[in-house]
């Protein structure tokens, strides 16, 4: 009997995973099935690049995982039952069930309202496609000299606010941040910062809270109000509820908690990764959301998975951060180097250089998850029926 490995969601993480097990286990042993929503997939990474109004390069997964071994599945999933072992998912044709011996939750996350008055109702966001086509439709309908608010002064922010103003110069863009402009970045990133958007005429509103959003303005909590023709959302991401509705053990903000072979602490038939994973990373602090950090993941939970289903030796790789790397437009970015658990240091790189590091960053990413299984030694080893056994009816220890 072969054993059923159920991956869900093929963002970068979930597409890298699926790939990797098909590497590491042989195919007449395991079913690796991969659920998604869509049927292309989606370089997340560059949203904010799709509303400002270019084109990316389309990525059917029909072409991604042909000859893998990897069953695609495209249906929307609706639900988990870890005590079964089933998820429920629906498409066009109805709902239905499909078993799983191991299952790879990799679901990602949506845009982040915070429960900010008007936030939902009025204001645009760029977490996924969606959001970033109906940013790109109004940012396409909109008046010279409007303004346009980017709220939140992370990297997204930051990526949003550089590449609407570059692409349309005509608008006056501004960026509300909580604190100093990029203030985790060292002083030679500051200063880069501060330069770019000066170039590109973007205003900042610096120690500002927006506390409410509406249809042409948003309040702050210092009592200002700002106008906005357009307000941008991007103060950080936030996870589907579907894994809060499980079993499962999940912090309060519904991510699943994970040990370091990203193998749920409450479950041990269950693994998380990506966004939807809270893993402790250097220095005892969890991952941020990312793609830097959320593929390693990935790797370590198909090399755990097939570790266990083998016999092989469990990964023990520690993931740790270099860089955060910012594009400011497409002539512009920013390099800045980190320590392992994600700080600033000294060094940054900046420039034109930086803007085609962070394309290469870009395309790389992509590129793994449009050749899944190219690139990695094969290590097929037999999976045993009592390991196959072991590695799911085991409690973990609470
Ligand atoms: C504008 C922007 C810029 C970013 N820039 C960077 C960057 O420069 N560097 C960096 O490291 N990170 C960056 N990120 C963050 C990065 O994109 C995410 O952390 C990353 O995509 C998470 O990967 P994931 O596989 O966990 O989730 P995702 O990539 O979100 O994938 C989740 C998948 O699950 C599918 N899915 C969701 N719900 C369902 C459902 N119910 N049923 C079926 N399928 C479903 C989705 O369609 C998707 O395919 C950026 C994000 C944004 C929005």
Same mark, same amino acid.
């Given at each position: 009997m072969q054993h059923r490995i159920v991956v869900l969601g093929a963002g970068y993480t979930g597409a890298i995973a699926a790939g990797r097990l098909a590497r590491r286990l042989r195919r007449e042993d395991v079913a690796i099935t991969l659920v998604n929503a869509e049927p292309h997939f989606v370089e997340r990474v560059r949203m904010h690049q799709l509303a400002a109004g270019q084109d990316l390069k389309p990525r059917p997964f029909s072409e991604m995982f042909a000859g893998t071994g990897v069953g695609l599945r495209l249906a929307k999933v609706t639900g988990v039952d870890v005590d079964r072992r089933t998820v429920a998912v629906v498409d066009a044709n109805g709902a239905e069930e499909l078993a799983y011996d191991t299952l790879v939750y990799a679901l990602g996350s949506g845009w982040n309202?915070? *429960?900010?008055?008007g936030a939902a109702e009025h204001a645009y966001e760029i977490a996924g496609r969606p959001g970033a086509l109906r940013l790109r439709e109004r940012l396409a309908r909109l008046d010279a000299g409007r303004t346009v608010v980017v709220v939140g002064g992370g990297l997204t922010g930051l990526e949003a606010a550089t590449e609407i103003a570059e692409a349309r110069p005509d608008l006056d863009v501004a960026l509300a941040a909580? *604190? =100093? +402009?990029? =203030?985790? +970045?060292?002083p030679k990133g500051r200063e880069h910062l501060r330069k770019v958007f000066g170039k590109l005429g973007i205003t900042v509103h610096e120690h500002t809270t927006v506390t409410g959003v509406e249809a042409e303005r948003v309040a702050t909590a210092d009592g200002r109000v700002i106008p906005a023709a357009v307000t941008v959302w991007t103060t950080g991401f936030a996870v589907h509820p579907i894994a809060k509705a499980t079993a499962l053990k999940v912090t309060d903000t519904g991510q699943i908690v994970v040990d370091g072979t990203m193998r749920s602490v409450s479950h041990p038939d269950v693994y998380a990764v990506g966004d939807a994973a809270m893993v402790m990373g250097p220095g005892d602090k969890p991952l941020r959301m990312s793609c830097a950090s959320g593929t390693p993941t990935a790797w370590q939970a198909a090399d755990a998975i097939a570790a266990r289903l083998t016999g092989g030796k469990l990964p023990n790789t520690p993931i740790r951060y270099f860089n955060q790397c910012i594009s400011l437009g497409r002539k512009e970015g920013l390099i800045q180097y980190v320590t392992a658990d994600d700080r600033a240091v000294r060094a940054a790189l900046t420039g034109r250089l930086a803007a085609v590091y962070k394309e290469l960053v870009c395309k790389g990413a992509a590129w793994g998850v449009a050749n899944p299984t190219l690139g990695l030694p094969t290590r097929r080893r037999r999976v045993t029926r009592e390991r196959a056994a072991a590695g799911s009816a085991v409690k973990a220890p609470a």
């Open positions: 309202a915070q *429960g900010v008055p909580r *604190g =100093d +402009l990029g =203030d985790w +970045l060292s």
